[in-house]
T-cell receptor, first 115, second 115 residues
Framework: GAVVSQHPSWVICKSGTSVKIECRSL??????MFWYRQFPKQSLMLMATSNEGSKATYEQGVEKDKFLINHASLTLSTLTVTSAHPEDSSFYIC???????????FGPGTRLTVT | AQTVTQSQPEMSVQEAETVTLSCTYDTSESDYYLFWYKQPPSRQMILVIR??????QNATENRFSVNFQKAAKSFSLKISDSQLGDAAMYFC????????????FGKGTKLTVNP
């Protein structure tokens, strides 16, 4: 099966700093990737859809300037949390969409802790 | 907008027994896909089973099967011969058609398997 990686798996940063999370499709090209946020004991909440070579599409209520998404290549999308605050602490999951045959594959997630 | 409802926050089953997890959804589309995902304590999302709405036959994957009732907009997951490794959060998901074809998740059901 297809593999999606995320890096880092766990990051701790200080309030006010920025942190970048990478999502890579290792053995297929992904024109579309998705970024989710998951709070403890809750479901996945879609934050944005990342499209290669174009601007990301954000879900309602998600701050574009705070959660910067870049999909620079067919195998890499990045999520940058800018000026992080403790309330941004969460589990962030990406998924990559393979078009032929269609399937979404999830990364293992990144735990962000903002102190 | 599509919605997915999982009415059972928690379920438990004895090892080797059968358990059914419920899911209902709301949509005005006639063609769509439904999924069950498993999220173990590692938090890696794992696809359990998929159902295409245009197929009348219920999908089956080894010990996992679904009862898809399109008119009732119901999509339950049956786990037979439950194993300790089946303990996890289970999420029902609906894939929207057109555009980015994003996934809409239910709130999840926590399954406990008792030895």
């Amino acid at each position: 099966g297809a593999v999606v990686s995320q890096h880092p798996s766990w990051v701790i940063c200080k309030s006010g700093t920025s942190v970048k999370i990478e999502c890579r499709s290792l053995d297929f090209q992904a024109t579309t990737m998705f970024w989710y946020r998951q709070f403890p004991k809750q479901s996945l909440m879609l934050m944005a859809t990342s499209n290669e070579g174009s601007k990301a599409t954000y879900e309602q209520g998600v701050e574009k300037d705070k959660f910067l998404i870049n999909h620079a290549s067919l195998t890499l999308s990045t999520l940058t949390v800018t000026s992080a605050h403790p309330e941004d602490s969460s589990f962030y999951i990406c998924s990559a969409r393979r078009d032929v045959p269609y399937e979404q594959y999830f990364g293992p997630g990144t735990r962000l802790t903002v102190t | 907008a599509q919605t997915v409802t999982q009415s059972q926050p928690e379920m438990s089953v004895q090892e080797a027994e059968t358990v059914t997890l419920s899911c209902t959804y709301d949509t005005s589309e006639s063609d769509y896909y439904l999924f069950w995902y498993k999220q173990p304590p590692s938090r890696q999302m794992i696809l359990v089973i998929r159902q295409e709405a245009y197929k009348q036959q219920n999908a089956t994957e080894n010990r996992f099967s679904v009862n898809f009732q399109k008119a009732a907009k119901s999509f339950s997951l049956k786990i037979s011969d439950s194993q300790l490794g089946d303990a996890a959060m289970y999420f029902c998901a609906y894939r929207t058609q057109g555009g980015s074809e994003k996934l809409v998740f239910g709130k999840g059901t926590k399954l406990t398997v008792n030895p």
